[in-house]
């Protein structure tokens, strides 16, 4: 019985990492066909404009709450073919439209809500490692690896080369289905 939903478990794990690879292959957020170390990378390099794209939602969404607000106080008429119409010629079925568009937005906050969660607890994984202030200053940060070298006295190569190591550990957090599927 415990097999059965460890296994049912896995499976889901599997199903809900899927919608979320296609989901960020939609956004144009990492490439189908990227090297999980590649899509890493990607996720990391956007996830400041993941975090960012948030604000502008709200925007969106207040706009259009107060399209909605100053649509529902205008009183409706009938014309000859049945369409609610308002004195100044809006069509109220735009409430529904307006509805359906805020739902939407509220959905993708959601949906980015998740992608953050989910990188960040990936993360949250290699904190501890001494270097990580390297990758959350490239990354995070848009600091020039150039610039970090000659703070830390060392080789840029020795940059790339510690920041690499911790992509390779990430990329197993945050995409564990497809790292399996290159490992065999």
Known sequence: ?????????????????????????????????????????????NYAKLKHSKKGINK???????????LSGLKPKFTKNNLEINSNNVNLNDLDTINKR??????????????????EDALENI??????????????KNEDPKDLAIEKNCDETT????????????KVYIFPGKYIDEIN
Do not use: W
Request: glycine fraction near 0%; avoid cysteine.
């Open 1 to 45: 019985m415990q097999n059965e939903e460890q296994a049912e478990n896995k499976n889901l794990k599997k199903e809900i990492i899927d919608i979320m690879l296609n989901e960020l292959v939609r956004r144009k957020l990492i490439k189908k066909n990227n090297s999980t170390f590649d899509d890493t990378k990607h996720l990391l390099k």
């Open 60 to 70: 969106q969404i207040k706009g259009l709450e107060n399209s909605k607000n100053s």
């Open 102 to 119: 805020i739902l939407d937005l509220k959905q993708d906050i959601e949906k980015i809500d998740n992608y953050l969660t989910f990188i």
């Open 127 to 140: 904190k501890e490692n001494p270097d990580y202030t390297l990758l959350e200053r490239i990354y995070f």
């Open 159 to 170: 940059i790339y080369r510690k920041t690499n190591k911790l992509l390779n550990e990430l």
